[in-house]
């Protein structure tokens, strides 16, 4: 059997949007998992940090720097 992958990539202005809908696929709010996962599988994952520009400079406030 051919494997496939398959990358998702989500912009978000908090993490912790992204948390509740990677809970609500995995059915741990309401006992319904999402469709997608009985024919896939997560096998890695990772969140990123990507700081807005202010023109021409990165915006570090977010982490405390600038």
């Known amino acids: 059997m051919a494997s496939t992958a398959l ?3 989500a912009f978000v202005e908090s993490l ?12 741990l709010e309401d ?3 999402d ?3 009985s ?3 997560a096998i890695r994952g990772g969140y990123y940090f ?3 520009l202010e023109g021409d400079r990165l915006d570090l ?3 405390g720097v600038g």
Not at 16 to 27: K, N, S, T
Request: charged share 25%; aromatic share 14%.
């Open 61 to 63: 406030r977010a982490v």
């Open 16 to 27: 912790d949007r992204f948390e509740r809908v990677l809970h609500r696929m995995a059915g």
């Open 31 to 33: 006992g319904v998992v």
């Open 7 to 9: 990358y998702f990539v």
């Open 39 to 41: 024919f896939t599988r």
């Open 35 to 37: 469709g997608l996962l």
């Open 50 to 52: 990507c700081p807005p």
